[in-house]
T-cell receptor, first 118, second 110 residues
Framework: GAVVSQHPSWVICKSGTSVKIECRSL??????MFWYRQFPKQSLMLMAT?????????EQGVEKDKFLINHASLTLSTLTVTSAHPEDSSFYIC??????????????FGPGTRLTVL | SQQGEEDPQALSIQEGENATMNCSYK?????LQWYRQNSGRGLVHLIL?????REKHSGRLRVTLDTSKKSSSLLITASRAADTASYFC??????????FGKGNQVVVIP
């Protein structure tokens, strides 16, 4: 149980294009999902908190118009990197919090999406 | 800002030995969690310890929490080659947000 998937697992795009990453909770309802980015050999940095049916809450320094987050249902959140540039190349990881099951303090992480912007 | 800080950051041990990692944080927490990450993969939740707990076990893992010192340790006993990974501590704060530490790279030599 408590499986989170991400799609795609990797993507290569040209500078200036937009890329959408999906995060799905497969066997539980996630009222809250989180988006992180991770640079090589570094820790995870929280970008934003995504709440179902409401606007995402962005961390300080994260451009909300650059990283569009939509949490349309209890099992799906999407992150769209708009007008991507090489400096946006990173490993993007989502996590989902079980809204009502046992161990609701635990976040379950997706396998990550490697974005490379040429 | 990241709250957790692990020390040491790189650890190389022989299979069968124990591995210990430490984590310190700066503000009060609801709970502290440890995660493992294999290279290029997502995070696997290992163990959660609440602020009112002092020690917790899960299989070969032992976690301690000292809220007076704002520190935690993760002990992996009888290490295996498959334990080779990066280990992160994360402190949970308001709104369920996690702040991750810098991570420990553990290499277990067969």
């Amino acid at each position: 149980g408590a499986v989170v998937s991400q799609h795609p697992s990797w993507v290569i795009c040209k500078s200036g294009t937009s890329v959408k990453i999906e995060c799905r909770s497969l066997d539980f309802q996630a009222t809250t999902m989180f988006w992180y980015r991770q640079f090589p050999k570094q820790s995870l940095m929280l970008m934003a908190t995504s709440n179902e049916g409401s606007k995402a809450t962005y961390e300080q320094g994260v451009e909300k118009d650059k990283f569009l987050i939509n949490h349309a249902s209890l099992t799906l959140s999407t992150l769209t990197v708009t007008s991507a540039h090489p400096e946006d190349s990173s490993f993007y990881i989502c996590s989902a919090r079980d809204g009502g099951g046992v161990g609701t303090d635990t976040q379950y992480f997706g396998p990550g999406t490697r974005l490379t912007v040429l | 800002s990241q709250q957790g800080e692990e020390d040491p950051q790189a650890l190389s041990i022989q299979e069968g030995e124990n591995a210990t990692m430490n984590c310190s944080y700066k503000t009060s927490i609801n709970n502290l969690q440890w995660y493992r990450q294999n290279s290029g993969r997502g995070l696997v939740h290992l163990i959660l310890i609440r602020s009112n707990e002092r020690e917790k076990h899960s299989g070969r893992l032992r976690v301690t929490l000292d809220t007076s010192k704002k520190s935690s340790s993760l002990l992996i006993t009888a290490s295996r080659a498959a334990d080779t990974a990066s280990y992160f501590c994360a402190t949970a704060h308001g709104n369920n947000r996690l702040a991750f530490g810098k991570g420990n790279q553990v290499v277990v030599i067969p």
